[in-house]
């Protein structure tokens, strides 16, 4: 079975902390992605990454950062919190796109919350 | 740009009769579709998927969903609902040639016994 796991399920921070999500996934899937999920706007793309070193921005990249030096770890980073971030993250992997529709594996969720 | 929209919040059903939750898209180019769903305080699994072929896809639990290519539909159906099935369910769409996946707002569905 894939494995997506995240470094934590819940987390509490203080406004202007950098923050570090991590994302490890055992399947050696290309792809990588961060979604925050907020009550009836669904699950919105910040980032994925298609490569070790590589990314691109999703819909809403604005006040994150990512990371990936090896190819099972996909971090995303908070530089300076804010209570706007407070939100449910979460990682995804899959295979890089083949005949179309891979199919996206889910980590348990980390839920921040910014005071 | 590709879309998918539910237009359904909340679904109700009794425990035994069929259920369908609600999902249309919008595409340019041939449609890759998903269905996954959410237990409280989880993260999301995957039910199933078109990508070619039968307009009838079966997936895990029992459910199905049938892909419309004129009405640009793609509903979630299962003949008998089990209180285990209440949950948050979400359609997604492929966006990109990268595979990343656009989300739909989510439907909860409430099955009371």
């Known amino acids: 079975d894939v494995k997506v796991t995240q470094s934590s399920r819940y987390l509490v921070k203080r406004t202007g902390e950098k923050v570090f999500l991590e994302c490890v996934q055992d399947?050696?899937?290309?792809?990588m992605f961060w979604y925050r999920q907020d009550p009836g706007l669904g699950l919105r793309l910040i980032y994925f990454?298609?490569?070790?070193?590589?990314?691109e921005k999703g819909d809403i990249p604005e006040g994150y950062s990512v990371s990936r030096e090896k190819k099972e770890r996909f971090s995303l980073i908070l530089e300076s919190a804010s209570t706007n971030q407070t939100s449910m993250y979460l990682c995804?992997?899959?295979?890089?796109?083949?005949?179309?529709?891979?199919?996206?594996?889910f980590g348990p969720g980390t839920r921040l919350t910014v005071l | 740009a590709q879309s998918v929209a539910q237009p359904e919040d909340q679904v109700n059903v009794a425990e035994g009769n069929p259920l369908t939750v609600k999902c249309t898209y919008s595409?340019?180019?041939?449609?890759?579709l998903f269905w996954y769903v959410q237990y409280p305080n989880r993260g999301l699994q995957f039910l199933l998927k078109?990508?070619?072929?039968?307009?009838l896809v079966k997936g895990s639990y029992g459910f199905e969903a049938e892909f419309n290519k004129s009405q640009t539909s793609f509903h979630l159906k299962k003949p008998s609902a089990l209180v285990s099935d209440s949950a948050l369910y979400f359609c997604?769409?492929?966006?990109?040639?990268?595979?990343?996946?656009?989300f739909g707002k989510g439907t909860k569905l409430s099955v009371k016994p």
């Open positions: 995804a992997s899959s295979y890089r796109l083949l005949a179309g529709g891979n199919e996206q594996f």
């Open positions: 399947m050696d899937h290309e792809n």
């Open positions: 990454s298609y490569d070790v070193k590589m990314k």
């Open positions: 595409v340019s180019g041939n449609p890759y």
């Open positions: 078109y990508i070619t072929g039968d307009n």
């Open positions: 997604a769409v492929l966006g990109g040639s990268q595979g990343n996946l656009i």
